[in-house]
């Protein structure tokens, strides 16, 4: 039994295995190049992606390529909701430390998608609604996720989605940004300077323990929070993220 027990164990750990696997080559792949990236053995890989298909967690496409289910999807908005439930009041304090409006989102496939936020207490104040989904490339907490992932990865997902411009001051060019995510990474902050919406200045930081990419972020106008200002309140958004992923590799 015990014997069983572990090939179960393991059965799981490799079932889940190639979702993420699945996940990081921007959600569809072959058999075999998921065998060139798992290392298992083909009858192993159709084995496991058989049983997922059936569960409704992967599907084949007519081309015999596998990708990832629809079940997944209740899976992934029931996570996301709890997350964002669960980091609200540490986004709330962080309001009342900075006085602007506090966000975080999670990168979910090839999108940023924005599961907590807390207005701030100004009359003009930004709201970015729970739910919404925007490209990652024209928002600070997109470019703060993009820039810890493998360069290569990062090209992979634009190559996918362009980079369509949302205003003017949008980063357009592959390889600009990618100088930019260099900048993001060494810094240690990511910074929206109306690239999603016109005189809105956002700063964001990533999560690196999250389970998830994930970054929280503090935006407003861009009258008040200004560059200058930007510097003041960037320990409180450390801060709140390091409590965040403290609390998130606890529980």
Same mark, same amino acid.
Request: glycine share 10%; aromatic share 4%.
């Given at each position: 039994m015990?014997?069983?027990?572990?090939?179960?164990?393991q059965?799981?750990q490799?079932?889940f295995?190639?979702?993420?696997?699945?996940?990081?080559?921007?959600?569809?792949?072959?058999l075999?190049?998921?065998?060139?990236t798992?290392g298992?053995?083909?009858?192993?890989?159709?084995?496991?992606?058989r049983?997922?298909?059936?569960?409704?967690?992967v599907?084949?496409?007519?081309?015999r390529?596998y990708?990832?289910?629809?079940r997944?999807i209740?899976?992934g908005?029931?996570a996301?909701?709890?997350?964002?439930?669960?980091?609200r009041?540490?986004?709330a304090?962080?309001v009342?430390?900075?006085?602007?409006?506090?966000?975080?989102?999670v990168?979910?496939?090839d999108?940023v998608?924005?599961?907590?936020?807390?207005?701030?207490?100004?009359?003009?104040r930004?709201f970015?609604?729970?739910g919404?989904?925007?490209?990652p490339?024209?928002t600070?907490?997109?470019?703060?996720?993009?820039? *810890? $992932?493998?360069?290569?990865? =990062?090209?992979?997902? !634009?190559?996918?989605?362009?980079l369509? #411009?949302?205003?003017p001051? &949008?980063i357009t060019d592959?390889?600009?940004l990618l100088?930019?995510?260099?900048?993001v990474a060494e810094q240690g902050?990511?910074?929206?300077?109306?690239?999603?919406?016109?005189?809105?200045?956002?700063?964001?930081?990533?999560?690196?323990?999250?389970?998830?990419?994930?970054?929280?972020?503090v935006?407003?106008?861009?009258? *008040? $929070?200004?560059?200058?200002? =930007?510097?003041g309140? !960037?320990?409180a958004?450390?801060?709140? #993220?390091?409590?965040?992923? &403290?609390?998130?590799?606890?529980?």
């Amino acid at each position: 039994m015990a014997r069983e027990s572990g090939g179960g164990v393991q059965s799981l750990q490799r079932a889940f295995d190639l979702l993420e696997r699945l996940a990081d080559a921007g959600g569809e792949a072959s058999l075999s190049e998921l065998a060139a990236t798992s290392g298992l053995p083909l009858p192993t890989i159709h084995r496991l992606i058989r049983t997922l298909v059936a569960l409704g967690y992967v599907r084949q496409n007519s081309n015999r390529r596998y990708a990832l289910g629809p079940r997944l999807i209740r899976l992934g908005e029931s996570a996301s909701r709890q997350f964002g439930t669960w980091a609200r009041p540490f986004l709330a304090q962080l309001v009342d430390q900075v006085g602007e409006t506090a966000n975080l989102a999670v990168l979910d496939g090839d999108e940023v998608v924005y599961v907590a936020q807390v207005p701030s207490r100004h009359s003009m104040r930004m709201f970015t609604e729970v739910g919404r989904r925007l490209l990652p490339h024209g928002t600070g907490v997109g470019k703060a996720m993009l820039a *810890r $992932l493998p360069r290569d990865e =990062v090209r992979a997902l !634009l190559a996918r989605t362009g980079l369509p #411009a949302y205003t003017p001051n &949008t980063i357009t060019d592959v390889d600009a940004l990618l100088v930019e995510l260099d900048r993001v990474a060494e810094q240690g902050y990511a910074l929206d300077e109306g690239e999603q919406e016109l005189g809105v200045r956002c700063v964001a930081v990533p999560l690196p323990g999250a389970p998830a990419p994930a970054a929280l972020s503090v935006s407003g106008p861009d009258s *008040r $929070l200004t560059k200058e200002s =930007v510097a003041g309140i !960037l320990p409180a958004i450390l801060g709140t #993220a390091a409590h965040l992923t &403290t609390q998130a590799t606890r529980t």
